[in-house]
């Protein structure tokens, strides 16, 4: 298989070609021969036409590569090594949404040929692989896993929007269905990852390794989260104490704040999903959960509390709301948690201006109905909610953000704690953060 990808007898496919998927396939287009396949013709357009949507890579980058972007499936044909990297949401009642990752079993499976091996990136809890995507596999290709074809899982660890921490410098976790494809999987890998991979025992070990990764993380800002509800009854600054807290060698420096995404926020349902299959209930998974699930509600409650605090009517106060991506400096809006925010204000009467300039807008409109405002057109507001730490947001000074009110009972809502909350308090805002 390596010889063949080197010599340009065969070539190796990336199905999906979001934030996760592209990069690999840039990637690997500096080594082989790589097709790049999306169902979506207008994301496929944008890329042949030399446009990065995620901006993971950049244009200039996505204009060099040699990646063919494709959107149809009947190219996989040509590829032998094919790389399954589509997203593994849930669905409302927080139950696994696999059609993802069975749709893409089903076109890698069409057009699979005798002698390929297929690798799934996507996040999903242990068995899946095995159980799910192998019969399908089989029943579209009409060949035997084992015999005609391989499988492997090596999860993704790509961070969007992390410019230090990309596929190249991360340690890849690969995995094989036997000990020869384990073998090719990770040489193949091992042509790009320049941190080395990691060969776990098994495919149902690769798979747990990973949903654990942001479980873990999960739990530890829900902590965080917790301790800011009482600090905040307690009439401590959050933020201070965690300041205080990390002078302590091993203290772990997380932070609170709202944890939506396609991974933090998702990955911990689809472990407790299968957990409760087999009859085990999660207690401190699904504790962390509910209480990261509820950070959006709890934030508007203040945004709220602070406007009767300060005698402004709270049904029809101009409220605007700075960030609405799932994270810092980065366009994907999938599973926001500051959708949450502007719902729970809708409730008490505000129609909130939403305003983030990096965020992927068709998508914010698309996927929640939220038309953005220019920050240009942010004036006379009676609360200010800084939802996102995007570098513009963290940049802006008293003075900018004083033009943005109408008069002086100032409403700042700081979710982050990305501003000197002394300067505002002093200058008489009323002040609020997690």
């Not at 192998?134 to 060949?143: D, F, K, M, N, Y």
């Not at 479980?215 to 009482?230: K, T, V």
Request: proline fraction near 4%.
């Amino acid at each position: 298989m390596i010889e063949q990808l080197l010599n340009g007898n065969t070539k190796l496919s990336l199905i999906g070609l979001g934030y996760v998927g592209m990069p690999i396939a840039v990637a690997f287009a500096r080594k082989v021969k790589v097709i790049g396949f999306d169902i979506n013709k207008e994301k496929v357009a944008l890329y042949q036409a030399g446009i990065d949507p995620t901006r993971e890579v950049g244009d200039e980058v996505i204009k060099s590569t040699t990646v063919e972007f494709t959107n149809d499936e009947k190219k996989l044909r040509e590829a032998k090594f094919h790389i399954v990297a589509v997203p593994t949401p849930v669905h409302a009642d927080h139950t696994p949404d696999l059609s993802p990752v069975e749709g893409a079993s089903r076109i890698v499976g069409r057009n699979l040929v005798k002698g390929s091996i297929v690798v799934f990136e996507s996040t999903v809890y242990p068995g899946v692989t095995e159980d799910i995507c192998i019969p399908i596999l089989e029943q579209e290709s009409g060949l035997v896993c084992g015999k005609d074809f391989k499988v492997g899982y090596s999860p993704e660890r790509i961070n969007p929007g992390d410019k230090v921490h990309r596929l190249e410098t991360i340690t890849k976790i690969v995995s094989g269905m036997d000990a020869d494809s384990l073998d090719t999987i990770a040489k193949v890998y091992e042509l790009v990852v320049e941190a080395g991979v990691y060969r776990a025992a098994s495919i149902k070990v690769a798979e747990a390794a990973k949903v654990i990764e942001n479980s873990q993380r999960d739990i530890n800002i829900a902590f965080m989260n917790e301790l800011s509800i009482i600090f905040n009854k307690m009439g401590i600054s959050t933020k201070s104490v965690l300041e205080a807290a990390s002078t302590k060698w091993n203290f772990l420096k997380f932070f609170p704040g709202l944890v939506g995404g396609h991974c933090i926020g998702v990955d911990p349902y689809y472990l407790t999903y299968k957990a409760e299959q087999l009859g085990y209930h999660s207690q401190i998974i699904l504790a962390g959960r509910r209480i990261n699930d509820d950070m959006g509600k709890y934030v508007a409650e203040h945004v709220v509390k602070k406007l009767i605090s300060v005698g402004t009517a709270v049904k029809g106060a101009k409220v605007a709301v700075l960030g609405f991506t799932f994270k810092e400096n980065c366009p994907d809006t999938r599973n926001t948690k500051v959708i949450d925010i502007v719902n729970e204000l809708h409730e008490y009467g505000i129609d909130p201006l939403v305003c983030d300039p990096v965020a992927d807008a068709r998508e914010a409109k698309l996927l929640y109905g939220v038309t953005f405002t220019p920050y240009s057109e942010l004036c006379d507001l009676d609360a200010l909610v800084i939802a996102v730490s995007h570098s513009q947001f963290s940049s802006l000074s008293k003075a900018e953000l004083d033009y943005l009110f109408k008069r002086d009972a100032r409403v700042l809502i700081d979710v982050k704690s990305i501003l000197d909350r002394t300067t505002f308090e002093e200058a008489g805002y009323c002040y609020w953060s997690l």
